[in-house]
């Protein structure tokens, strides 16, 4: 079976898949049921960067791929990388599980730290370099700084919940990048626009009007 069958059974998330295996990541009861499985099709690509194939992050990736799901940089590695800045974090995008994340990094030998495993994200240290790794997910609801989420296998949904469309870029490891909210053309022209409706991605977290300004400080470009 090709899409991950996913079911909140009592206060844990429990996971079972085509070749039986069965976890629990003992997570809060904010996760309900969902199963989904898109593809995302390619948009452009960019030369590899010298972070992408450093071996710390060579050592994250083949962990995360020998469990057979796409793993894949997000966010603003992606977007600086395109613009030719200087990369300061890493964040990974992957439909596993977090429990699966920490088994499949910490089988590799690499420390994993279940630091928002509440919201899917298991940050992996790997050669003195932490790695943010998040599972796919969809905000059901939101409460400020906080959301209820849901983790899925589609990525246009993991993309749609992000702030910025500059932000909802995607990249493998061959440089290969998706974009699934149409944010290049903005991050070229130096736009930057929330994706949906402002007044309701300000609505569900008010900060985000600092975040915007700080962006179109950073980011922005004059018409």
Known sequence: MGTTALALVSVGWWNT????????????????LLACGKKLEPAFSIKPQPWMTQHQTVSVLDALHSGSQPARFVGGCVRDSILGKPVKDYDIATPELPKRIIQLTEKAGLRAIPTGIEHGTITVVSGGIAFEITTLREDVKTFGRHAEVVFT???????????????ALYCDADGTVYDPINGLPDLQKGLIKFIGDPRVRIAEDVLRILRYFRFVAYYGKLP
């Open 17 to 32: 898949d085509g070749n039986n295996r069965f976890y629990n990541d003992c997570l809060p009861g904010v996760l309900r």
């Open 153 to 167: 296998e589609d990525w246009e949904k993991d993309a749609a919940r992000r702030d910025l469309t500059l932000n």
